[in-house]
């Protein structure tokens, strides 16, 4: 018995099915000497560990950056990377900053011009007033 295999293959959404996460690694970097540091030497002691238990899907790298303001940065599945200095702010801030890298998808920030954007066209298609029923007067 054979089987046969469908002609068109589905395209993946997202969201659909299974969810996908779309950062894959987060890199913080460091100097243990610098006092802009401060708080994410605080954060790296005390909160790291809550952080990569409660997230396992995402790698974590520690890095020293020696002489330089601490950052974090955030690898994506599309290949694209963000960046967020992290400079004297607290390790509550820190903790909302990665979670803002964790849940953001990676693409650019564009403007959007349309209220809505979809994949499927209009069902009704475009509005005409020759085709209503009624006489529009003013």
């Known amino acids: 018995m054979s089987v046969k295999v469908?002609?068109?293959?589905?395209?993946?959404?997202?969201?659909?099915?299974?969810?996908l996460l779309?950062?894959?690694s987060i890199e913080l970097a460091y100097c243990d000497w610098a006092g802009s540091s401060r708080g994410m030497n605080d954060f790296l002691l005390n909160r790291l560990r809550t952080f990569a238990t409660a997230n396992p899907q995402i790698d974590l790298i520690v890095r020293k950056r020696p002489h330089r303001h601490p950052i974090l940065r955030g690898h994506y599945v599309n290949g694209r990377e963000k960046v967020i200095c992290v400079?004297?702010?607290?390790?509550d801030e820190i903790n909302g900053k990665l979670n803002i890298l964790r849940d953001s998808s990676g693409k650019k920030l564009v403007r959007t011009t349309r209220p809505?954007?979809?994949?499927?066209e209009s069902v009704r298609g475009i509005w005409s007033p020759f085709v209503s029923e009624s006489a529009h007067t003013v």
């Open 6 to 19: 469908a002609a068109g293959a589905t395209r993946g959404r997202n969201g659909i099915g299974n969810f």
């Open 87 to 91: 400079r004297n702010l607290s390790a």
């Open 22 to 24: 779309q950062c894959k």
């Open 116 to 120: 809505v954007t979809s994949i499927n």
